[in-house]
């Protein structure tokens, strides 16, 4: 089992799901070139998985069932998603040839988000998260509370830690600045930046990442731990009165954020 991140638009990755057949699960497809350019490399699409309705997440869709017409497409229940084959949401269960994934709702970024976990029956499981989760960070909140994106981190934070976490962007640099405002005597954080950094130099992709690794590192998950509530009330004038507040106000944060 392969798993490949094709680069789309400016930071985007279309993750990819390879079996040895060559058949590939498909997740996320903002745009359709990249995956019809990966055909040519032996790589046959299986099913189409969409975690939310966002262009640079699905706009890809209509030309892929132009090219397969019975190409499976998984979506969450929502009229902005169009050619979708099958609505999913929390508790869903997908079975596509050798894989078996759960669908996860994963509400805060937009009202209908769901995220995918699973794979094979005997490899390491994956976490598709689209814009909830990155690498040292989490999605803005366009169409969801706090309260839910905070109860949507939670739920993949509950995840196995070996999970592979296969966010939809590459943005783990850019939210590693913040997260070293944050937490700056993280070692767990200084030393995934460092590899990360490395990674870029080396034009390799920083993710897939762990939930072990982000669990240690990224700040919006570590909304209950010292060093974050204390950079938190720092910034308030005063203690946070709940783990909720304590990540609104790590949102509003990292929204005005400049390096």
């Known amino acids: 089992m392969r798993l490949l991140a094709i680069p789309a638009f400016e930071d985007n990755y279309i993750w990819a799901l390879v079996d040895d057949d060559?058949?590939?699960?498909?997740?996320?497809?903002?745009?359709?070139?990249?995956v019809l350019a990966a055909t040519a490399h032996g790589l046959w699409p299986a099913a189409v998985l969409v975690t939310h309705h966002h262009p640079d997440h699905c706009g890809g869709v209509p030309a892929l069932r132009e090219?397969?017409?019975?190409?499976?497409?998984f979506a969450p229940e929502d009229a902005r998603i169009q050619d979708a084959s099958e609505r999913v949401g929390a508790g869903s269960q997908i079975a596509v040839k050798r894989w078996r994934l759960s669908v996860l709702a994963v509400p805060g970024h937009t009202s209908s988000h769901i995220a995918f976990h699973g794979g094979s029956d005997n490899g390491q499981p994956h976490l598709f998260c689209g814009d909830t989760l990155f690498s040292l960070g989490c999605g803005r909140m366009f169409e969801g509370t706090p309260a839910q994106m905070l109860a949507s981190l939670d739920s993949l934070a509950a995840l196995p830690d070996q999970t592979a976490v296969c966010c939809g962007h590459e943005y783990t640099l850019a939210n590693a600045a913040f997260a070293r405002t944050v937490d700056p005597a993280n070692?767990?954080?200084?030393?995934?930046?460092?590899?990360?950094?490395?990674?870029?130099?080396?034009?390799?992709p920083t993710l897939p990442t762990t939930l072990a690794s982000e669990t240690a590192c990224n700040p919006f998950l570590r909304v209950d731990s010292p060093a974050v509530r204390d950079a938190v009330g720092r910034r308030l004038g005063r203690a946070p009165a709940d783990r909720v507040e304590t990540f609104a106000e790590l949102r509003r944060w990292k929204d005005g954020f400049r390096a």
């Open 67 to 73: 090219r397969w017409p019975t190409l499976p497409v």
């Open 187 to 204: 070692d767990a954080l200084r030393r995934r930046t460092e590899e990360a950094q490395a990674m870029r130099q080396a034009g390799r």
């Open 22 to 34: 060559g058949d590939a699960l498909i997740v996320d497809p903002g745009e359709a070139a990249p």
